[in-house]
Structure formats: structure tokens, C-alpha cells
């Protein structure tokens, strides 16, 4: 399957298909969910630790990250990994 992100006529992001697609959305939740596990809060029950949550950046960014100490630079690297991919990436809008 061709990797295609689906749009709204409002903008907003509706559908991620492919695995680039995938992997781009992966990322962006990963983002949101690190900073939530900065400032103490679990994002789901699923989320069982901070190392396993900054392995799992690394895998995007190609980077290492160790500690609370990281999350910040994990942010940023994914921002930067997520806006690259989306140049990467067809758009459809649907109308």
C-alpha cells in the first residue's frame, strides 16, 4: 500500500495509510505522550516506563536517550523526524 496522509476540508489529519503514513503518526503520539510523562503523568496503563518510551523515540531519531533528563531532546528530535516526513509523504484533501 502506497503511504498517503487523508485530510479534511477543515485541515485536519483523518487517515494515515502505509507504513511511513503509520510510523509518522506513531512518532507524533510518542511526542505528545513523552510530554505528558514530563510533567508525571501516564498517558495509558500501557505506558509502563519512561526507558521503554525513549527506546522507542530512539528508533525514529536514530539518537540514545537516557532519563528524564532526555525527554525534552526526544521531543524535539520526533518534531523534527515528524515534520520530515510529512514533506516526505502524499497529502490528499478531500473535498
Keep these: 500500500m502506497p503511504d498517503k496522509i487523508t485530510y479534511d476540508r477543515n485541515g485536519h489529519a483523518i487517515g494515515f495509510a502505509g507504513p511511513n503514513a ?3 503518526f506513531q512518532a507524533a503520539a510518542l511526542r ?3 510530554g505528558l510523562m514530563a510533567v508525571g503523568i501516564k498517558p495509558h496503563r500501557s505506558w509502563t516506563s519512561l526507558k521503554v518510551a525513549l527506546a522507542k523515540a530512539g528508533q525514529y531519531t ?3 536517550y537516557a532519563g528524564k533528563k532526555d525527554i ?3 521531543r524535539s528530535d520526533l518534531a523534527i523526524y515528524c515534520e520530515t516526513m510529512k514533506t516526505i509523504i502524499p497529502h490528499e484533501v478531500l473535498k
Design 62 to 64: 536514530g539518537q540514545t
Design 32 to 34: 505528545s505522550g513523552l
Design 22 to 24: 503509520v510510523d509518522l
Design 72 to 74: 525534552e531532546r526526544a
